[in-house]
């Protein structure tokens, strides 16, 4: 899991990285001066959980030798809610033996499908609104068409699924941001105070990007906090394991 914090400020930037698995880091990108009259909000941070992968299915009878697999690769809510209010548009960069290799998406759902038979690195690059930041963030992710797990006949039914799972982090958001997405069921927004005020938002549908009900909604990951302490925790008793291990063998070479 990544945590990727993108300041609107170019004194906000830091890094900080911890070595869980999968990694769980926490990036700070620069953005340049916002030079409109957008309100700052101090002191908050707005979280946006993102997942993003490829699916492939294998297209049994209907395989060639130039396309075997039809796969889609997607940047959509970690709980599959609409995207649209936080991000404008996402641009994927695929192979160059590709036509038209670079990709852009410009409406919720932010995915595209294609058919192939390779796997590579798809570039991923998420751009947001100009009140949210005027920076992109770039992403990569592999294609995989064959499971790396289970070994045994090919299957049409069961597809190949790589995810990963981000929080996109906005500290000191614009005041008109923060009035967009505060009631937003895919942003993750602190308590507000109550002399807070803040600009009128015009209420969005924000159903139109939802993955609730995609096609493939079955086969992806549930993503929840309780999740990711329990993979922290199982990696910390992998880490004590280890430790009690190298201590026993150190004690037999001393004695």
């Given at each position: ?43 908050l941070e707005i979280c946006v959980p993102i997942a993003y992968g490829t699916i492939s299915f294998w297209l049994g009878k209907k395989a060639t030798e130039t396309q075997s ?57 998420i751009f947001f609104h100009n009140d949210v930041c005027e920076k992109q963030l770039d992403l990569f992710h592999p294609l995989k068409l064959y499971s790396e797990v289970e070994h ?104």
């Open positions: 899991m990544a945590r990727v914090s993108i300041p609107t400020d170019q004194n906000d930037a830091a890094v900080e990285q911890s070595d869980s698995t999968p990694p769980h880091q926490m990036i700070e990108i620069e953005d340049e001066e916002n030079k409109s009259s957008t309100k700052k909000i101090k002191d697999h039809m796969w889609t690769v997607y940047v959509r809510g970690a709980t599959n809610e609409d995207l649209s209010a936080v991000i404008k548009k996402v641009v994927f960069q695929l192979h160059p033996s590709f036509s038209n290799a670079m990709r852009v998406v410009e409406s919720p759902p932010f995915e595209l499908t294609e058919r192939g038979w390779g796997e590579f690195e798809i570039a991923i690059s045994g006949p090919l299957s049409t039914k069961k597809p190949v699924i790589v995810e990963s799972y981000d929080e996109i982090v906005f500290p000191n958001p614009s005041d008109k941001f923060l009035a967009r997405v505060h009631n937003h069921p895919s942003v993750i927004v602190p308590r507000l105070p109550l002399t807070l005020n803040l600009p009128h938002a015009p209420m969005e549908d924000t159903r139109r990007g939802d993955t609730k009900d995609h096609p493939h909604g079955q086969w992806f990951n549930r993503f929840s906090e309780a999740d990711e302490l329990l993979k922290l925790a199982e990696a910390r008793q992998q880490v004590q394991n280890h430790i009690v291990k190298l201590k026993r063998r150190l004690s037999m070479l001393e004695g």
